[in-house]
């Protein structure tokens, strides 16, 4: 079955670190691929998505995500992390007309 | 501005009580959705409208009643609600099943029973 895998629940970052926040996915093709960011009492914002060519996708905020086929991954990173970027990130495969969401990682930023 | 619309943002209602959350979409969608989200879980697909037709009801008490009037509109009645049901209740919408560009979501309703 379809499933979509964010292995960490929490991760803690210092201010200015770089992040990756791992994602990866069960799926026979090549899914559309999304990561949605939300902040508390809030909705979710999509920061990027990933259909085909290039695997390297830029997004709001000053975050990029690579597909990587061989490892069915799409890893979301960001060089330098703001206090701003504390939230809960959602990673998301689109698929029969449908997207599965992943269980989220919640992301603290430590001054 | 994301395009849809949730009122009220927050709400407060007994057990006994009987209310609607209503969700508005300006981004001439043709899907959407009831999402659930309460602490330390993950989301919770609870309707889909396509086409303003439910699609699917994922074992979703009946204590919640889903309503979409026209492609813009979504509501969600509540009545007789449970404690557990306090929650962030997300709308979203979509062009078709949204697999290929993605829901846009509102704000959310926190709603708190007491």
């Known amino acids: 079955a379809q499933s979509v895998t964010q292995p960490d629940i929490h991760i803690t970052v210092s201010e200015g670190a770089s992040l990756e926040l791992r994602c990866n996915y069960s799926?026979?093709?090549?899914?559309?691929l999304f990561w949605y960011v939300q902040s508390p009492g809030q909705g979710l914002q999509l920061l990027l998505k990933?259909?085909?060519?290039?695997?390297l996708v830029q997004g709001i905020k000053g975050f990029e995500a690579e597909f990587k086929r061989s490892q069915s991954s799409f890893n979301l990173r960001k060089p330098s992390v703001h206090w701003s970027d504390a939230a809960e990130y959602f990673c998301?495969?689109?698929?029969?007309?449908?997207?599965?969401f992943g269980q989220g990682t919640t992301l603290q930023v430590k001054p | 501005e994301t395009g849809v619309t949730q009122t009220p943002r927050h709400l407060v209602m007994g057990m006994t009580n009987k209310k609607s959350l209503k969700c508005e979409q300006h981004l001439g969608h043709n899907a959407m959705y009831w999402y659930k989200q309460s602490a330390k879980k993950p989301l919770e697909l609870m309707f889909v409208y396509s086409l303003e037709e439910r699609v699917e009801n994922n074992s979703v008490p009946s204590r919640f009643s889903p309503e979409c009037p026209n492609s813009s509109h979504l509501f969600l009645h509540l009545h007789t609600l449970q404690p557990e049901d306090s929650a962030l209740y997300l709308c979203?919408?979509?062009?078709?099943?949204?697999?290929?560009?993605?829901?846009?979501f509102g704000s959310g309703t926190r709603l708190t029973v007491v």
């Open positions: 998301a495969v689109g698929f029969t007309g449908k997207l599965i």
């Open positions: 979203a919408s979509s062009q078709g099943g949204g697999s290929n560009y993605g829901y846009t």
């Open positions: 990933y259909f085909s060519g290039d695997t």
């Open positions: 799926y026979g093709a090549t899914p559309y």
